[in-house]
């Protein structure tokens, strides 16, 4: 194909700017769901460094991060399923004793923005479970600031939390991984409790950095269950939010690999998750030929392109989407066959559910890896029934129920 | 206003106008290596290259729901040519279908008995839009690049603060259909799209308008405010009107684009230079005073075939748009060059006499044509 003799340095080197003009001015683009493995080594500065003539596929392909989200899919959990956020590998664990403490502590929250609607699901989630917390004498308040996607105004806000936010504990959610790197250790250093989660940094200096298994996993998953549920031969459009973003690209990085090993074709394009461009493209692609298969790389404008086949009057596609609530219901209403991955939405609780642990002098996983797993066709009907009400943007595996306000406050959508 | 007024400030004032003399063919010639006209022939070649790729284009189903889909920013492209016709440019555009997507989304919902509230206060909202633009650059003399950036900010401050920047739930179907449905069981193409009926209404009303003195007011106005406000119009209620039909325009955009595709921030995002470019590779001058209106909405169909043909071409996404930027670049450029081509002859043929009375120019409705 000849869109891979393109690409080369200069992919590269655009995917590296268009990155930094997605972190640096992102307003729309649902960097969603992030992160994976933002380990140390899938940072993109690192990637650049390598000889990019061998570049081709592999620029965001990490064989190592890859095996090992790979096997995690399968690996058992400790804890209760029951309580998803609170689940965790088994592996090192940080010792909390030194912070233990027997009064209410004041939490500061960096956050990179909530400018999508899985962060803004998430961002909800974590203000109810904080309201529990605050009735058990745990948490006294929480301060919040919100970067709006920027890494320069994320800087500003972890620097203000350490010199004057009189903090007990930092949250951070990074917005991109090499840039808040240095930030994040300026924290440690002051010697009280950091939680990273969702995307990393490239640091271990955390009490716990938590998050879901990661980006390939999410595309091991759906790209096996279209390779499972189509032929050799056939044919996938690849819808992608936008290029140059660590974790979205990794999800399409497992994807591709897994597509070419199996003899399907697949096209990508960039959308902006813009519901009409997404449209576009599938409808010239419907106009050239038969589609087998859809795969997302974050489920925002799932139904637009499930809609373009309607209105084309084409057979519907095998597809991934997300467990966004929009998705799921049209899932439903077109009987097609289909997958949901999951980037655990749940993950907003588990910063919080740390602070309490870490301040009880619990040993916490220094590295929090929640379960991650995929909304099945049987499993779909639970989770509509269990939803019922929610809005469209809302996720399925919020993990919320249990908490006060449920599902009024999830229901109204009220951002707080 | 009568066409005496706009006449005097037209540049072949003087002059023959040869655009209006000859046969019928002879017109279409001329009309042709205009950049008004050029971008018809461009729209044709393009259409050709992209059925010649893809024959299963050229069916009457699918060609009907290409001009479906392409009518917003047709549209669009429509409203843009009133403002830039009459000398001054609208930056707000996306924003403002961006606003009507969210007001879709958020004041309709699932309930039905909203629609038709839903579509007035749209189109309230686009109209005063447009009287900020417009008397921002007429009565308080900000040019018209500032005011427009300043109400693109505002608006998606406003879509940010409504949405916190992430899609909201679609309206109730009934008014998606709009831009979704159509009249079923048409023979040969299937489907009617009610987009394409709504485009081809704005298409003739802009016509009509463009021929009515309201028309060639805009028109004067964008050659020589001075000379259009010494003829006693009152440039600052032309110009913002203009402003006012720009964002109606939008406004209709972002109705069909709400049926089209769905309610999201990120719809109507890059529309305004899309159809600034559209309204360019149409032949209109930036700077106003020339260009047919007809000319915009056919750069519109222009740009939307380039765009499918580099799908067709399978161009690599992360570079698509480079193409993009480089082919309109030289569009315009040959449409440029086009303009002093279809000039040339004037140059060597004698001073024609005076054009009869009987048969005045149309200025902003035709090059020239049938």
Redesign the interface.
Known sequence: MRRKIHRAPIAVASALLLGVVATACSTEDPTDTDSGSESSETSAPEESEESPAEGGEQEWFDQAVYDEQYEQRSATFEGDPETPYLQYIDGEMTDTSEYKSNKAGKACFANASISNPWRQTGWITMNQQLKALQEEGVISEMETRDAGDDDNTQIADIDYFISEGNCDAFIISPNSTAAMTDAVERACETGKPVVVFDRGVNTDCATSFIHPIGGFAWGIDTAEFLVDNLEEGDKVVALRILPGVDVLEQRWAAAEKIFDENGIEAVDFFTGADPTEIKTFITDELNKGEIQGVWMDAGDGAVAAIEAFEDFGADLPVMTGEDEMSFLRKWEETGLTGLAPVYSNFQWRTPLLALQKIWAGEEVPKEWVLPQTPITEDERADYLEANDGMPDGHYAKFGGEDLVGYPEVWQERQIP | MSTATSTPSRPSAGRALPLTEGSLVQRLLRGALTPGGAVFILAAVLFVAVVAI?P??GDPP?LI?FIG?TAPIAIAAMGQYYVIVSGEFDLSMGAVIATQVVIAGNYIGQDEGRVLPALVLMLLVGAVVGLVNGLGTTLLKVPSFIVTLGTMLAL?GLV?YLT???????PVDTFREIG?GGIQDVPVIEVLPYSVIILVAIMAGGVWLMRSPFGRTIIATGDNPDAAGLAGAHVWWVKTRAFMLSSLSATVAGIL?VG???V????G?GYEFQAITAVVLGGVVLGGGRGWLLSAAAGAFALELL??FL??Q?V?????PTVQGVIIILAVAAAGRAWSLGRRPSRTSPPAAPAPPSTPAHPGTETGEK
């Open positions: 893809n299963n284009f699918q729901r889909r998606g940010r916190g920047g992430a899609a909201t739930g679609n979704r684009l089209y595709a769905g999201h921030p990120s719809v995002a765009f499918s799908n067709f399978e690599e996404s992360t570079w698509r």
